[in-house]
C-alpha cells in the first residue's frame, strides 16, 4: 500500500521560501508520476505542479511558475517542491499525490491521482 507523508509547511513573510518534501512507502517510487496540489481555506483544491515518472517532464500551473520548482530523488523515495517569492495567496495546505499513470494531456487532473498525503500548512505573510 502506497503511503505519502509530507512534511517542510510552516509561516513564511512574503518574498520567502519554503521546500516542501513528500516521502512515498510503499510502491515502487520511480515508476509514479507525482504531483502537489493546494487549497486554500473555501476554495476548491488547485493543480500546482507535476512530474512525469515516464518522460521526466514537469507541469506548473500558471501561478506558480518561475516560482516554484518540482523535483524528486529517487533514491529517496521523496518528491519536492521549492517554492521561492512566496506570495500571500499561495497560502494553502498543499497535497501530495501519487498516480502510475503517464498521461500529460490530463496530468493536472486531481482525478488521475490514486494516492494523496494528508497535507501540510503553508502561510505566507504580508
Known amino acids: 500500500q502506497v503511503q505519502l507523508v509530507e512534511s517542510g509547511g510552516g509561516l513564511v513573510q512574503a518574498g520567502g521560501s519554503l521546500r516542501l518534501s513528500c516521502l512515498q512507502s510503499g510502491g515502487a517510487f520511480s515508476y509514479y508520476s507525482m504531483a502537489w496540489f493546494r487549497q486554500a481555506p473555501g476554495e476548491d483544491r488547485e493543480f500546482v505542479a507535476a512530474l512525469n515518472w515516464q518522460d521526466a517532464s514537469t507541469h506548473y500551473a500558471d501561478s506558480v511558475k518561475g516560482r516554484f520548482t518540482i523535483s524528486r530523488d529517487n533514491a529517496k523515495n521523496t518528491v519536492y517542491l521549492q517554492m521561492n517569492g512566496l506570495k500571500p495567496e499561495d497560502t494553502a495546505d498543499y497535497y501530495c499525490?501519487?498516480?502510475?499513470?503517464?498521461?500529460?494531456?490530463?496530468?493536472?487532473?486531481?482525478?488521475?491521482?490514486?494516492?494523496w498525503g494528508q497535507g501540510t500548512q503553508v502561510t505566507v505573510s504580508s
Open positions: 499525490a501519487a498516480t502510475a499513470w503517464s498521461n500529460n494531456n490530463n496530468i493536472r487532473d486531481a482525478r488521475m491521482y490514486t494516492y
